[in-house]
């Protein structure tokens, strides 16, 4: 039995290099932990490895205290079997079995693992990280094995780098796994989502993660034109991001974009290449602030995987995110176009919807006061909430002026114009940005407009510095 294991352990082991000699990126250094248990040792004299420290990890998540705080608003989620049911149908399936294999593996059930991911890579084939877990699972059948892709030192050596990625991607997914985003939490670029938004999506591009959510924010009421966000998690997936990292600037620069975006269309697969995987979902990068920035580039899409491959390491695209297909799938059947946001972050921050209050209404504020200064025809108190670095597609400034004052002087004369369906997403960094949509309807009319304007702080004071539909 023990030469059985072993070729199965090398045929493994060559058929994990034939997958991961094609399409990695560079590593990234880990924060390693010791940890000891039955065959899985590290000598005194070494340091650890990255399967004792994985290992780590889950036995020590098994021993968290529910709800303690840990970064950026998330919560410690420990990985008793309530745990793990509360987050493994959010997460891709595929990912939630190994999460499983980790488990059992920390809990010195070696052969149930070794079954279980037996049957994960027959299902997934093309699953790098499944394989190389899978290998180190047969080789244990007959020796101790020191870490994670615990291959022969030539091979690892020739390897390094793959091997690298993904420890990495182990890493990021077992992170994402034990430190959740609180009971009713959202990220704080979503102030309010109309409820023309079904869903929404927000990519942590620190943690490799994207998260798929549904909007059950209620409508307005009253003179209320924004409440409260209310945000539930439908998914939580794994994503790979631009091989030269994030926030992307000039085109061909391998980086993804940050910022709030909205999906545009939903491309055939048929009229795609392979490299797309089941599909691909277009977002308008760039947006009016990337190009008043000046930023440049296109095709900036959230997509699929080739068939030879299961995911991407967490830096491996030409600047697009890119899922595993049956995530992607997810999606496809989920989202709408035009209607649903993404927001990509560096890294997000979690809060509960009333700690959003604040910065709500205070922007209410200046928008209310465009609504009655256009309602009421008050052409220079409106232009006082118009930036000097104003835009509008299509239209000069002057021009686009010329045309509203005209219009609000015409035979009808200024109507009062009510605002519905009001979305604001707000954008941080050097800037304090809000994209704006909304639905503008006149008195006496059952049927409007809708608008997106980008408003930005400027010396103390929100103005409007693009304006126009979505």
Known sequence: MGAVALGAAVAAWLLFSAF????????????????????????????????????????????????EPVISGLQA??????????????????????????????QGKHREALVKTDQLVRDHPNFHLAHLVHGDLLSLQMRPVRQLGDVPDTKAQAAAQQLAVLREESRRRLSALTERPPEGSVPTQFLTLSSQSRHAIAVDASRSRLYLFENQTPSASGSRIAPPPKLKLLGDFYISVGLSGIEKAVEGDKRTPLGVYYITSNLNPDNLPDLYGVGALPINYPNPLDMQRGKTGSGIWLHGTPREQFVRAPQASDGCVVLSNPDLEKLLSTIQIRTTPVVIAPELQWVQPEALDTDRKHFEAALESWR??????????????????????????TEWWTRLESEMRGAKGPRELQLKDVSLLRWQDSQDTMVVTFGEVAQGQSRGVTRRQYWAREDGQWRIFYEGTP
Do not use: C, H
């Not at 008793?80 to 488990?103: C, F, H, M, T, W």
């Not at 108190?381 to 400034?397: A, C, T, W």
């Open 20 to 67: 991961v000699a094609r399409d990695v990126s560079t590593s990234t250094s880990l924060d390693l932990l010791e940890f000891r248990s039955g065959t899985l040792s590290s000598s005194a004299t070494e340091p650890p490895t990255l399967l004792d420290s994985t290992l780590a990890k889950v036995q020590n998540a098994t021993q968290f205290t529910d709800n």
């Open 77 to 106: 989620q420990s990985l008793s079997d309530e745990g793990l049911a509360k987050v493994a149908p959010l997460l891709g399936q595929a990912e939630a079995r190994l999460i499983n294999v980790y488990r059992l593996i920390s």
């Open 372 to 397: 009655t200064a256009k309602s009421g025809g008050q052409i220079d108190r409106l232009k006082d909430l118009y930036s000097s670095r104003f835009q509008n597609p299509g239209k000069e400034p």
